[in-house]
C-alpha cells in the first residue's frame, strides 16, 4: 500500500450510521480516518420507504462447500422473466458492516430490476467484512471486524471473493442469463470489491457500477478492463472515501480513453449518493441498458 493513496497508518476503524430500518457500518476512510466527533459519512433522515417489489425479494441460502458452511444470499427476479429469452444480472454487493437484505433494498433497485426485465443477486461476500479479495486473499488489513476474531478463516478474502463468483455461477445455471449482460455493482466496500473483482475477471462483465468505492491498490490496475464501460458514483462529502481518491481514478479512466460517466454528487455523503436515491440508480441502469460485452 502507497502512503500517497491513502493514510492508513494508526487508522481507527470508522463506522458509519446507515438509517434503514436498522444500523449499518459502511467502509473506513481511504483517504483517512471518520474526523472527530463525526459518526460517519451518513445523514440522519426518515426511514426508507417500502417498496412493493421487496415482497419478491427471496432470502436465500446455498452450501458453500469450500467454506463448509451454509451461506445467505438474496435475489430479485423481475416479472417478465422470460425462462426462453436471455435475461441481464446484476450482480450487488453490500459496504462493511452491512449485508445483502439491506444493500437489494436500496432504493429504486428492484424497481428499476422489475421495469426493466433484470435479475438482481446480492451476494454475502463470506461475512459483513470480508472485502470480495480486494484486499488480498488473507484477513482484510483495513476494516477488520472488532472483537474476537478466532472464527474468522484465514483465507477469508478467498472466500469472500468466491462466495461472489458462486453466486454468479448459479444464477447462470438456474436462469437465462445473457452472457452478454452481466453487470457488478457495490458500495463502499462493495465498491472497492467492484473494481477488484471487474479487473479480475474482465471478461466476466459488460459494465461495473463502484460507488463510493473503498479501494486499496492502484488506479494502474485499470489497464486490465480498459476495454469495460464503468460508471462511477461518489460524494463531494464523502467522510469516509476520499473524493480525491476517486477521482484520480477516474483520472485513469480518462487516460486509457475508456468508456465512463462519472456523477460526482455536490455535498453528497457517503451514503445518500445511493442508499436513498433512486435518480443516481436510475442512472446506473440506463449506463447497463447501454452495454454489451
Same mark, same amino acid.
Given at each position: 500500500?502507497?502512503?500517497?493513496?491513502?493514510?492508513?497508518?494508526?487508522?481507527?476503524?470508522?463506522?458509519?450510521?446507515?438509517?434503514?430500518?436498522?444500523?449499518? &457500518?459502511?467502509?473506513?476512510?481511504?483517504?483517512? *480516518?471518520? !474526523?472527530? $466527533?463525526?459518526?460517519? %459519512? =451518513?445523514?440522519? #433522515?426518515?426511514?426508507?420507504?417500502?417498496?412493493?417489489?421487496?415482497?419478491?425479494?427471496?432470502?436465500?441460502?446455498?452450501?458453500?462447500?469450500?467454506?463448509?458452511?451454509?451461506?445467505?444470499?438474496?435475489?430479485?427476479?423481475?416479472?417478465?422473466?422470460?425462462?426462453?429469452?436471455?435475461?441481464?444480472?446484476?450482480?450487488?454487493?453490500?459496504?462493511?458492516?452491512?449485508?445483502?437484505?439491506?444493500?437489494?433494498?436500496?432504493?429504486?433497485?428492484?424497481?428499476? &430490476?422489475?421495469?426493466?426485465?433484470?435479475?438482481? *443477486?446480492? !451476494?454475502? $461476500?463470506?461475512?459483513? %467484512? =470480508?472485502?470480495? #479479495?480486494?484486499?488480498?486473499?488473507?484477513?482484510?488489513?483495513?476494516?477488520?471486524?472488532?472483537?474476537?476474531?478466532?472464527?474468522?478463516?484465514?483465507?477469508?478474502?478467498?472466500?469472500?471473493?468466491?462466495?461472489?463468483?458462486?453466486?454468479?455461477?448459479?444464477?447462470?445455471?438456474?436462469?437465462?442469463?445473457?452472457?452478454?449482460?452481466?453487470?457488478?455493482?457495490?458500495?463502499?466496500?462493495?465498491?472497492?470489491?467492484?473494481?477488484?473483482?471487474?479487473?479480475?475477471?474482465?471478461?466476466?462483465?459488460?459494465?461495473? *457500477?463502484?460507488?463510493?468505492?473503498?479501494?486499496?491498490?492502484?488506479?494502474?490496475?485499470?489497464?486490465?478492463?480498459?476495454?469495460?464501460?464503468?460508471?462511477?458514483?461518489?460524494?463531494?462529502?464523502?467522510?469516509?472515501?476520499?473524493?480525491?481518491?476517486?477521482?484520480?481514478?477516474?483520472?485513469?479512466?480518462?487516460?486509457?480513453?475508456?468508456?465512463?460517466?462519472?456523477?460526482?454528487?455536490?455535498?453528497?455523503?457517503?451514503?445518500?449518493?445511493?442508499?436513498?436515491?433512486?435518480?443516481?440508480?436510475?442512472?446506473?441502469?440506463?449506463?447497463?441498458?447501454?452495454?454489451?460485452?
Amino acid at each position: 500500500m502507497r502512503a500517497r493513496f491513502f493514510r492508513v497508518s494508526g487508522l481507527s476503524v470508522a463506522l458509519t450510521l446507515t438509517l434503514w430500518t436498522g444500523v449499518s &457500518a459502511q467502509a473506513p476512510a481511504a483517504g483517512g *480516518a471518520t !474526523p472527530a $466527533g463525526q459518526a460517519g %459519512g =451518513g445523514r440522519q #433522515g426518515a426511514a426508507r420507504p417500502q417498496s412493493p417489489t421487496f415482497a419478491r425479494i427471496q432470502a436465500r441460502t446455498y452450501d458453500f462447500k469450500e467454506a463448509g458452511t451454509p451461506m445467505p444470499y438474496e435475489v430479485y427476479v423481475s416479472t417478465k422473466y422470460d425462462a426462453s429469452k436471455p435475461t441481464p444480472l446484476i450482480i450487488a454487493l453490500h459496504g462493511l458492516g452491512s449485508n445483502p437484505t439491506q444493500l437489494i433494498r436500496y432504493q429504486g433497485l428492484t424497481d428499476l &430490476a422489475e421495469e426493466r426485465g433484470y435479475i438482481v *443477486a446480492a !451476494p454475502m $461476500g463470506y461475512n459483513t %467484512g =470480508g472485502w470480495y #479479495g480486494s484486499q488480498g486473499t488473507g484477513r482484510p488489513r483495513v476494516g477488520a471486524g472488532r472483537g474476537d476474531q478466532s472464527a474468522i478463516p484465514e483465507n477469508l478474502g478467498e472466500l469472500s471473493e468466491l462466495d461472489v463468483m458462486n453466486v454468479l455461477g448459479m444464477m447462470r445455471t438456474e436462469f437465462n442469463v445473457d452472457g452478454s449482460r452481466i453487470y457488478l455493482f457495490g458500495h463502499s466496500m462493495g465498491g472497492g470489491g467492484t473494481w477488484h473483482i471487474g479487473m479480475k475477471h474482465p471478461e466476466m462483465f459488460a459494465a461495473l *457500477a463502484p460507488v463510493a468505492p473503498a479501494i486499496y491498490s492502484s488506479e494502474n490496475d485499470l489497464e486490465a478492463i480498459k476495454g469495460t464501460p464503468v460508471i462511477v458514483v461518489q460524494g463531494d462529502d464523502d467522510r469516509l472515501v476520499d473524493v480525491a481518491v476517486t477521482r484520480r481514478w477516474v483520472e485513469k479512466m480518462k487516460s486509457l480513453s475508456m468508456k465512463y460517466e462519472y456523477v460526482e454528487v455536490p455535498g453528497g455523503s457517503h451514503t445518500d449518493v445511493i442508499t436513498a436515491n433512486p435518480g443516481n440508480m436510475k442512472k446506473i441502469f440506463d449506463f447497463f441498458d447501454g452495454a454489451r460485452r
